[in-house]
């Protein structure tokens, strides 16, 4: 069973970056299409963004054209690069295996990003 811990999460300003890292372990990673997720305080978790086993993107509107996810397959990682962020992307940051935007694996920690106005 694939294990995942995510990482980097932290306090920025508002037009501010973070990169967030999610490393999986205890599967084969390769093969599976990973996405990112976050939860909001007093709201459902909502899909991200998703990336492929080949490397093919898939982003949700509210983020298209500030994140930017990436896989490293040799490293077992999974990248989410946040630019130009705004309060209302603060929430616990999650990573999984997807299927299309659906999540299929157990969840890790999660990484708390914070952003300030």
């Known amino acids: 069973q694939v294990q995942l811990v995510e990482s980097g999460g932290g306090l920025v300003q508002a037009g501010g970056s973070l990169t967030l890292s999610c490393a999986a372990s205890?599967?084969?990673?390769?093969?599976?299409?990973m996405g990112w997720f976050r939860q909001a305080p007093g709201k459902e978790r909502e899909f991200v963004a998703a990336v492929s086993w080949s490397g093919s993107t898939y982003y949700a509107d509210s983020v298209k054209g500030r994140f930017t996810i990436s896989r490293d397959n040799a490293k077992n990682t999974v990248l989410l690069q946040m630019n130009s962020l705004k309060p209302e992307d603060t929430a616990v940051y999650y990573c999984?295996?997807?299927?299309?935007?659906?999540?299929?694996?157990?969840w890790g920690q999660g990484t708390q990003v914070t952003v300030s106005s």
């Open positions: 205890g599967g084969t990673f390769s093969i599976y299409a």
């Open positions: 999984n295996r997807v299927i299309h935007t659906s999540p299929t694996g157990a």
